[in-house]
C-alpha cells in the first residue's frame, strides 16, 4: 500500500473507532448484552478471514490474549455506559504504561526512567479524571474502566510472547468467548428496535473490520506514524458523544485528558526515536 493511501486510510479508521461512545450510548440494552451482540457480530465478519487462514494455531498465549480482549470488551462497554465515553477512551488509551509494567513482570523487560516519568504524569492525569464530579459519570464505571487499559495490555503482552501469533486469531477468539459469555445476558435483553439494531450491527462491524484494514494500512505507515494516526480516536471519542448526545466532560476530565494524551504520546515517540538512533548507530 502507498504512503499516501495508508494515511488517509489509518485516518479514516481512527474516525471510525472515535464512533465507539456514541455508538454504545445509543444502544438500550444494558452493557453486558451489548458487549455480547456486538462479538457475536464480530465472529460473524471474521470468521471468512480466519478460515482462509492458513492454520488456527491455538496456544496458551492465544487463549491469554482472547481471555484479555473478552475482559477488554465488557469493561469497556460498561464503563462507557456508566462513566463517561471520555473517560472510558482515555483509560484505555494508558495501556502502554501497563504494557511496561507487565513485561517487566513477565517478560523480563528493563523498565526504563522515562516509563516510570510517563507513569507519574498518567496517573496524574488519571487523579484528575477521578475527582471530576462536573462530568458525571458513576465512580463504580470510573473504576471498571480503569481495567479498559489493564486488559487491553494484557492483549498486547500474550501477542508478544506468541511470537508468530496472527491478530485477526486474538480477535476472533476473543469475540467467541466474549459472544458465548454474554448469551444469558442477551436472552433476557428484550428485542431492539430498528435504531438498536442499526447500532448494534455498526458495533459489531467497527469492533472486526476496522482493525483488520488497520493492520493492511500499517503496511505502509512509518512506526511514528501508527502510533500518531490513531490519537484521532481519543480525541474524537468525546467530541461526537457531546455533538449528538450532549455529555460534556469536566474541566478536571479535559485536563486529565489533555495529561494521559501528552504523556502516552510523547513516550511512545521517545521510544521509536530512541531504538531508531541505536539501529544508526548498530
Known amino acids: ?13 481512527a474516525l471510525l473507532w472515535s464512533l465507539a461512545g456514541w455508538n454504545i450510548k445509543m444502544i438500550t440494552w444494558s452493557p453486558y448484552a451489548i458487549a455480547a451482540g456486538r462479538s457475536i457480530i464480530s465472529v460473524v465478519l471474521l470468521l471468512p478471514m480466519v478460515v482462509k487462514g492458513k492454520s488456527l494455531h491455538i496456544s496458551r498465549n492465544m487463549i491469554g490474549g482472547a481471555v484479555c480482549y473478552t475482559i477488554f470488551n465488557y469493561c469497556f462497554i460498561i464503563s462507557t455506559k456508566l462513566a463517561t465515553s471520555a473517560i472510558a477512551i482515555m483509560m ?42 462536573a462530568g458525571g459519570g458513576s465512580t463504580a464505571g470510573k473504576i471498571i474502566a480503569v481495567f479498559n487499559g489493564i486488559s487491553f ?48 450491527l455498526l458495533a459489531g462491524i467497527l469492533c472486526a473490520l476496522t482493525y483488520t484494514l488497520y493492520a493492511a494500512a500499517s503496511t505502509g505507515l512509518s512506526a511514528l ?58
Open 92 to 133: 484505555q488509551y494508558t495501556a502502554p504504561v501497563y504494557v511496561a509494567v507487565l513485561a517487566w513482570i513477565f517478560l523480563k523487560e528493563r523498565i526504563t526512567k522515562a516509563d516510570l516519568i510517563s507513569i507519574v504524569f498518567i496517573f496524574g492525569g488519571m487523579f484528575l479524571f477521578f475527582t471530576d464530579e
Open 153 to 200: 495490555a494484557g492483549i498486547s503482552i500474550f501477542l508478544r510472547l506468541e511470537k508468530d501469533g496472527d491478530p485477526k486469531l486474538c480477535m476472533f477468539f476473543g469475540n467467541l468467548l466474549s459472544g458465548i459469555v454474554g448469551i444469558p445476558f442477551i436472552a433476557t435483553a428484550g428485542p431492539l428496535d430498528t435504531s438498536g439494531f442499526f447500532f448494534l
Open 1 to 13: 500500500m502507498s504512503h499516501k493511501k495508508a494515511i488517509i486510510l489509518t485516518c479514516g479508521i
Open 225 to 282: 506514524e501508527t502510533v500518531l494516526l490513531p490519537i484521532i480516536d481519543p480525541v474524537m471519542n468525546p467530541v461526537w458523544v457531546f455533538l449528538f448526545l450532549g455529555e460534556a466532560p469536566g474541566s478536571k476530565s479535559i485536563m486529565g485528558a489533555a495529561v494521559v494524551l501528552i504523556a502516552v504520546t510523547a513516550r511512545v515517540v521517545y521510544g521509536i526515536q530512541a531504538d531508531a538512533g541505536k539501529a544508526r548507530m548498530a
